[in-house]
């Protein structure tokens, strides 16, 4: 069944004018998803589709393109990583997706998390600190046609307030504690998921959520980030 699923998507490729070396990146996407994430037990079918949709190759420096389906975070200058694919994949299943919902990502970087979620989820907010990131992120988002993705240079700290109240909020850097303005741009029912922790030592994966009003975390999987990054004091 497998070996019809990616002929047919070939044949699909083919009559749409994408090249063999497109080829390559969908048949090493489709390896991707079936060993490091289905593999590793996440079995939802809108995070697993977006994983094998999603051209990751596009997201990482050229001298890394050949490694861009390895199982590992990747540099993408500037002292950030693209993360590992199951790792994006566990947080975006973390926060149970869904069409309705709206997202807020804090740390845009390449434009990978933010382009998954938008598979997914009706509208995605994300918010870079680095300039440089966040031009050539908004950039590569605007060519692969996501217009359910709005992107802005700030403090991710703050969280965007006028767009919220989030159903999901994703945090692609490891803070000590958990902003208090992220939670409060949490909606009612809403999931935050959020490395906390030094940059020196094993972070932990959290998980927050508002219940009938009522904040509760859980720790979830040691997990290593790089820091969250703040605008300098004056």
């Known amino acids: 069944m497998r070996g019809i699923i990616i002929i047919a998507t070939l044949s699909f490729c083919y009559l749409f004018g994408f090249s063999q070396k497109d080829d390559d990146f969908l048949i090493q996407r489709l390896s991707m998803v079936r060993n490091q ?59 149970k997706p869904k069409k309705e919902m709206l997202a807020l990502e804090i740390g845009t970087g390449s434009g990978y998390q933010a382009s998954i979620l938008a598979q997914i989820v009706d509208s995605v907010f994300t918010i870079e600190i680095v300039p440089e990131l966040g031009r050539s992120a908004k950039k590569l988002i605007t060519k692969l046609g996501y217009n359910n993705i709005q992107a802005k240079i700030a403090d991710g700290y703050f969280g965007w307030e006028s767009k919220g109240p989030f159903d999901i909020i994703i945090v692609t850097a490891a803070a000590e504690t958990i902003p208090p303005p992220l939670i409060e741009q949490l909606k009612e029912g809403g999931r935050m998921i959020i490395p906390v922790g030094s940059q020196f030592m094993v972070q932990q994966l959290m998980m927050v959520e508002k219940k009938n009003g009522k904040v509760k975390t859980r720790s979830l999987i040691p997990v290593r980030f790089v820091p969250f990054t703040r605008s300098a004091k004056p």
């Open 37 to 95: 994430i289905s593999g590793r037990g996440i079995t939802n079918s809108h995070v697993l589709e977006a994983m094998r949709t999603v051209p990751r190759h596009m997201f990482v420096p050229p001298n890394y393109v050949d490694f861009a389906y390895d199982d590992r975070p990747l540099s993408i200058g500037y002292g950030q990583t693209i993360s590992q694919p199951f790792i994006v994949a566990y947080m975006t299943d973390l926060a």
